[in-house]
């Protein structure tokens, strides 16, 4: 009896210590991101993060880096503090979580939504692939417009954007390979302005339908269609709110599901290294199921047979990197 109370003892004395010495239990997970919340696709990301955090006994901490020259000192003090996974989101913080991952072997880091990679057994990058959702959206402004001219306005030309492009003129072209897609870069992608007056261009220069990839500077975008009374479509999350009545179609980047999935698996012991790219096979929402209602019935079915065969991988679109 003594030797058990002894055994006892020692391991509460133990478990005082190690809740004192800074290092938090299991099931904690740190989002460290470059832009506020309030940023569309940041929001994104962290939803799916708070799901988990309310389905299980998960904390989450948000860590909102705005300082590039702070951002490996942030990815090292979530590490410390014995955050599991580490999270961050885009490419500069990728470099810093990479960098840092190295010296936490006992520590899985998940990068999302860019393609930067490493060898390291502890960093697994999530490519959360937008070609399936805009090749939908593609098909519907292909069957929808009426002067056979389309345009998209791009943040800037980077892989994940021409993966939009690609995508998107994939679909146009499956309907008619003669439709033309005028594309052009904003050069940012926090600038509603910006946006604003390349939307006047396109509408100007005969397009009646104009997608976006480039977050807050695409707000522009839409309000000019709405402008010109012509169609724009907006992106990572349902925008029909953003010009009711002129946003003909959302391509959905579902960070939501992307960041829940893979956060949970890591959590369950289900971690792998690498690249993940997550889309139609692996269970991504291609569209919002408002925009399906508002197009014609014909077109409906149309989206579903789409949706099947992409799901499938019978439809297979190739990124363009």
């Given at each position: 009896?003594?030797?058990?109370?002894?055994?006892?003892?020692?391991i509460?004395f133990?478990?005082?210590?190690?809740?004192?010495?800074?290092v938090m239990?299991?099931?904690?997970?740190?989002?460290?991101?470059?832009?506020?919340?309030?940023?569309?696709?940041?929001?994104?990301v962290?939803?799916?993060?708070?799901r988990l955090?309310?389905?299980?006994?998960?904390?989450?901490?948000l860590?909102?880096?705005?300082?590039?020259?702070?951002?490996?000192?942030?990815?090292?003090?979530?590490?410390?503090?014995?955050?599991n996974?580490?999270?961050?989101l885009?490419?500069?913080?990728?470099?810093?979580?990479?960098e840092?991952?190295?010296?936490?072997?006992?520590?899985?880091?998940?990068?999302?939504?860019?393609?930067?990679?490493?060898?390291?057994?502890?960093?697994?990058?999530?490519?959360?692939?937008?070609q399936?959702?805009?090749?939908?959206?593609?098909?519907?402004?292909?069957?929808?417009?009426?002067?056979k001219?389309?345009?998209?306005?791009?943040?800037?030309?980077?892989?994940?954007?021409?993966?939009?492009?690609?995508?998107f003129?994939?679909?146009?072209?499956?309907?008619?390979?003669?439709?033309?897609?005028?594309?052009?870069y904003?050069g940012?992608?926090?600038?509603?302005?910006?946006?604003?007056?390349?939307?006047?261009?396109?509408?100007?220069?005969?397009?009646?339908i104009v997608?976006?990839?480039?977050?807050?500077?695409?707000?522009?975008?839409?309000?000019?269609?709405?402008?010109?009374?012509?169609w724009?479509?907006g992106?990572?999350?349902w925008?029909?709110?953003?010009?009711?009545g002129?946003?003909?179609?959302?391509?959905?980047?579902?960070?939501?599901?992307?960041?829940?999935?893979?956060?949970?698996?890591?959590?369950?012991?289900?971690?792998?290294?690498?690249?993940?790219?997550?889309?139609?096979?692996t269970?991504?929402?291609?569209?919002?199921?408002?925009?399906?209602?508002?197009v014609?019935?014909?077109i409906?079915?149309?989206?579903?047979?789409?949706?099947?065969?992409?799901?499938?991988?019978?439809?297979?679109?190739?990124?363009?990197?």
């Amino acid at each position: 009896m003594k030797k058990l109370r002894m055994l006892m003892l020692a391991i509460v004395f133990f478990t005082v210590i190690g809740c004192g010495s800074g290092v938090m239990a299991a099931d904690q997970i740190a989002l460290i991101m470059n832009q506020p919340l309030g940023d569309p696709f940041a929001d994104l990301v962290y939803s799916g993060l708070e799901r988990l955090q309310d389905e299980r006994d998960v904390k989450v901490k948000l860590i909102e880096s705005l300082d590039k020259s702070e951002y490996v000192e942030q990815v090292r003090a979530m590490a410390d503090l014995g955050y599991n996974p580490v999270m961050v989101l885009w490419e500069d913080l990728a470099a810093a979580a990479i960098e840092v991952a190295a010296d936490y072997p006992n520590t899985n880091f998940i990068v999302l939504d860019c393609y930067t990679t490493t060898e390291l057994n502890n960093v697994q990058t999530i490519v959360m692939e937008p070609q399936e959702a805009s090749f939908i959206a593609g098909f519907v402004a292909a069957k929808t417009t009426k002067t056979k001219q389309l345009g998209f306005v791009g943040g800037a030309d980077l892989p994940v954007i021409r993966n939009f492009l690609s995508g998107f003129q994939a679909g146009v072209a499956h309907v008619n390979p003669d439709i033309e897609v005028s594309v052009l870069y904003a050069g940012t992608f926090i600038d509603p302005a910006k946006g604003l007056e390349i939307g006047r261009i396109l509408f100007n220069s005969g397009c009646d339908i104009v997608m976006h990839a480039a977050n807050k500077t695409g707000l522009g975008v839409l309000k000019a269609a709405a402008e010109a009374g012509k169609w724009g479509i907006g992106v990572d999350m349902w925008q029909g709110d953003v010009a009711p009545g002129h946003v003909l179609w959302s391509v959905l980047k579902d960070a939501t599901n992307a960041a829940y999935i893979m956060a949970g698996k890591a959590l369950d012991g289900e971690f792998q290294p690498g690249i993940y790219k997550f889309g139609a096979t692996t269970g991504a929402k291609l569209y919002d199921i408002r925009d399906l209602e508002n197009v014609s019935k014909e077109i409906q079915q149309e989206v579903l047979q789409l949706e099947k065969k992409l799901n499938s991988g019978q439809i297979k679109i190739t990124d363009n990197q």
